[in-house]
């Protein structure tokens, strides 16, 4: 479930090789602080999972909320309704 999560986020975050220096940078939107630069593209990536992973068990550790990554949940999970459970067993 956490690489899926993963996953999905990193779905969400361009990578691109930054004119001044030839380097590669690239960030995770809604996930303040998440970010990596390096010599090439495939290290910026490599670098941003591994920042991304620890920024997620950080929050973990602390109790502290994850945004929400559509593409980490299954598709079909996706495509079902929204079901709000009560205590009246009639919804059955």
């Known amino acids: 479930m956490l690489q899926a999560y993963i996953r999905g986020a ?3 975050a361009p990578c691109e090789i930054l004119e001044d ?3 590669s940078y ?3 939107p809604e996930f ?3 970010y990596a630069n390096a010599e090439s593209l495939e290290k910026c990536r ?3 999972e591994e920042v991304l992973e620890e920024w997620v068990l950080f929050r973990v550790s602390k109790n502290l909320p ?3 990554v559509l593409e980490s949940i299954p ?3 996706r495509s079902l309704p ?3 459970h009560s205590n009246d067993l009639n919804c059955l």
Do not use: I, K, N
Request: glycine content about 16%; proline content about 8%.
């Open 10 to 12: 990193l779905g969400r």
């Open 21 to 23: 220096d030839g380097s």
């Open 26 to 28: 690239g960030e995770v």
């Open 32 to 34: 303040e602080g998440v």
């Open 46 to 48: 490599e670098e941003l």
């Open 66 to 68: 994850l945004p929400t």
């Open 75 to 77: 598709p079909v999970a």
């Open 82 to 84: 929204l079901v709000h």
